[in-house]
């Protein structure tokens, strides 16, 4: 019964995170983005640096729909771009990491939350 109420509390997490986030969003898009801001918040604490080259390997999308994605938090002010400098390879590459505002701050609480209760 545990595992119930566990798995009860992360979905109302996520409605209210879906709800409150992304409010003019249409479904698809709240869910890629709220996915996308979840990764790079786990992420970030990483050795290797979060980057679209990196999520994409992980998410199997192509680094360009990833990249369109990030462009929308970004524009939401819930990601940070960060040129890295010397980075070898094609263009440039940017480190994304979550921004320290209220906004984002709801959403990662909210996920600490119910990650927590999952244990």
């Known amino acids: 019964m ?19 986030a992304f409010p003019r969003q249409t479904g698809a898009a709240r ?7 979840t990764l790079i918040y786990l992420m970030q604490a990483d050795k290797e640096d979060v980057t679209a080259r990196r999520l994409s390997r992980l998410t199997g999308q192509s680094e360009g729909d990833v990249s369109t ?33 209220a906004q984002a701050k709801r959403l990662t609480q909210a996920i600490d939350k119910a990650a927590s209760k999952r244990k």
Do not use: C, H, Y
């Open 2 to 20: 545990q595992a119930k109420r566990s798995l009860d509390s992360l979905r109302m997490m996520l409605e209210r995170i879906l709800e409150k």
């Open 31 to 37: 869910l890629q983005q709220v996915g996308l801001f």
């Open 69 to 101: 994605q990030v462009k929308k938090l970004v524009a939401l002010n819930l990601i940070v771009r960060t040129q890295i400098p010397n980075k070898q390879g094609r263009g440039r590459a940017f480190k994304l990491t979550v921004k320290d505002n």
